[in-house]
């Protein structure tokens, strides 16, 4: 009787938890908050640097259109009208020439009070806008130095005209001589003339310095203003670089600690639980670093366990494998048993008839009945005969030659076969066919292979033969690394209990069978390196499969 294994019961042992060794600290300020904060104060410094450039640009804005539609265009008519100004003088013939030269004085006015009167509407249109105030109040000045100069220039083209009406209404002589007269001699006038065009000289010049000063002032203080806007933005400039540097350094050292975990991290996947790594701060890198060191201490804690509890299963492996050592022996002792009582049982009975046959032959012997004799000589040579070849058949299961393996296709030696039995099908109304395609070769020893297909086809033909016959099967086909052949027949089949045990030894469902060639195949098949199983049903026939591993291809030869 066999004796039951027996395994160490292996006790599961959970790691202990792991308690922080450090007092529970105070959270700091997180990486999040500083790089935040880092980011909000560049951001302020440049909302600064854009507001300020941008006022500075206002300003700028704001001052060049000043002069470009302010004082410009003013100093442009101003200098229009000094152009334009008469030089009037006391000198003899100064009436005749007046009046000769009435016309272009005229034309000459006009003009004069045209660049004044687009002054006033400059200056006015200035006044309208947004200006500083003194701005406003140097503009008003202006303003009113134009005004003047306009009333100015009213007087003297109304003088003027009157000048040209006198002359007109005195008598040719009187202006021929230039004598002087009372009311109607235009000499009067001249003097008026010459009075006004010095006033209105004066006010041009008064207006020139204002509007060159005034000029002169608002470029200084662009040029100040952009002095002041560049030295504003390369400070605050300066200062965005300073904090962004200092950014870089604290997300540089805030993240330092990032690469130690990383390391440790692949320390763990390579199996170093004891791995480490420093706590130095106390935002969430650090207590990630806590995190990781427990997690590391539990791994290490359960690998210590899973040691022990391999341990433990490799004593009772050792333990199990002795215990199996022990059953396969005693199994073995079975068998041999099993078959020495079969051996006996097949063998007592042929040799008590040889002793009953070898007196009768000593008997015929005597009498000299030599025909009897050779009769029963004959008979015992058979039964010897008989008897080898039952204990050829036994002792072939435990001494099977040593494969001899070659590389060759496997359609060959199925083709031969089926030719080598096709007269004993043919008795016994068996159909063979065979679907073998192109397929790699095999590494197989051809006779043991053959002598495997044999038996499985020997027992197709019989099942078939009781039931008058029938068609097998055989094909061949690629299934993966393997060859898989396949012999089905559509005979009776086999119930499921036959089915499980007909690779056991001496197990037959034949009366004459010896039990043995089934399990010699599968012998056969699992020194080839294969497999073998049979699928059957009742009533639906047989198919055993066999499946060999294709041979690998020569390696390049490395000369």
């Not at 016309?103 to 200035?126: P, Y």
């Not at 009897?372 to 010897?384: H, M, P, S, T």
């Not at 073998?436 to 099942?463: G, K, S, T, W």
Request: net charge negative; charged share 25%; aromatic share 4%.
């Amino acid at each position: 009787m066999a004796e039951e294994p027996q395994i160490r019961s292996v006790r599961r042992t959970e790691p202990r938890p792991i308690t922080a060794a450090e007092p529970r600290q105070r959270p700091g300020i997180s990486l999040r908050a500083r790089v935040i904060a880092g980011y909000v104060v560049m951001l302020v410094l440049l909302l600064l640097v854009f507001g300020a450039v941008l006022g500075q640009l206002g300003q700028l804005r704001s001052d060049l259109a000043l002069l470009s539609e302010g004082y410009l265009p003013l100093a442009q008519e101003i200098a229009g009208v000094a152009s334009w100004s008469p030089q009037t003088d006391s000198q003899p013939g100064m009436i005749e020439r007046l009046y000769r030269e009435r016309r272009v004085d005229a034309w000459i006015f006009k003009r004069i009070e045209g660049h004044l009167e687009r002054s006033r509407l400059i200056t006015e249109a200035m006044l309208g806008e947004p200006l500083r105030d003194d701005d406003r109040a140097s503009i008003e000045p202006i303003r009113a130095q134009v005004i003047l100069a306009l009333k100015v220039a009213d007087e003297i083209q109304d003088t003027h005209a009157l000048f040209v009406a006198a002359v007109e209404n005195a008598p040719a002589s009187a202006v021929e001589m230039d004598l002087e007269q009372d009311a109607d001699d235009p000499g009067v006038y001249v003097p008026r003339l010459l009075d006004l065009e010095r006033q209105l000289d004066i006010n041009l010049r008064i207006l020139t310095k204002r509007i060159s000063r005034r000029i002169s002032r608002v470029v200084d203080r662009t040029r100040a203003a952009h002095r002041d806007a560049v030295v504003f933005a390369g400070a605050v400039s300066a200062v965005a670089f300073v904090v962004a540097i200092l950014l870089l350094l604290n997300t540089h050292f805030a993240l330092r600690p990032i690469r130690r975990l990383i390391a440790g991290a692949e320390h763990i996947r390579e199996g170093s639980f004891a791995e480490r790594v420093p706590v130095e701060t106390r935002d969430e890198i650090g207590r990630l670093a806590r995190s990781f060191n427990s997690m590391a201490a539990s791994l290490e804690e359960r690998e210590r366990a899973l040691e022990r509890r391999t341990e433990q299963l490799e004593e009772a492996l050792a333990d199990l494998r002795a215990t199996q050592d022990r059953v396969i022996r005693t199994e073995r002792l079975a068998a041999i048993g099993h078959m020495a009582a079969q051996i006996a049982h097949e063998v007592r009975n042929p040799l008590n008839a040889l002793g009953l046959n070898a007196d009768l032959l000593g008997e015929e012997i005597s009498e000299g009945n030599t025909d009897d004799a050779a009769e029963i000589l004959g008979a015992i040579q058979n039964e010897v005969r008989r008897l080898t070849e039952i204990t050829e058949a036994y002792l072939s299961v435990g001494r099977l030659p040593p494969l001899r393996l070659e590389v060759q296709p496997l359609a060959p030696i199925i083709e031969e076969l089926v030719r080598f039995q096709a007269e004993e099908l043919g008795i016994a109304l068996v159909e063979v066919s065979l679907d073998l395609p192109a397929l790699p070769e095999v590494h197989v020893d051809a006779d043991q292979l053959r002598q495997a297909l044999l038996n499985i086809l020997r027992n197709a033909v019989e099942a078939l033969a009781e039931h008058g016959g029938g068609a097998v099967r055989i094909s061949a086909a690629m299934e993966g690394a393997w060859v898989l052949i396949e012999i089905a027949d559509d005979g009776p089949g086999m119930a499921a209990e036959h089915v499980s045990r007909i690779f056991d030894p001496f197990y037959s469902t034949k009366s004459t069978g010896s039990g043995l060639g089934l399990p010699l195949t599968q012998q056969v098949v699992g020194e080839h390196g294969g497999r073998i199983a049979c699928i059957s049903s009742p009533g639906e026939g047989t198919t055993f499969s066999i499946r060999l591993p294709v041979a690998s291809p020569p390696e390049p030869d490395s000369a």
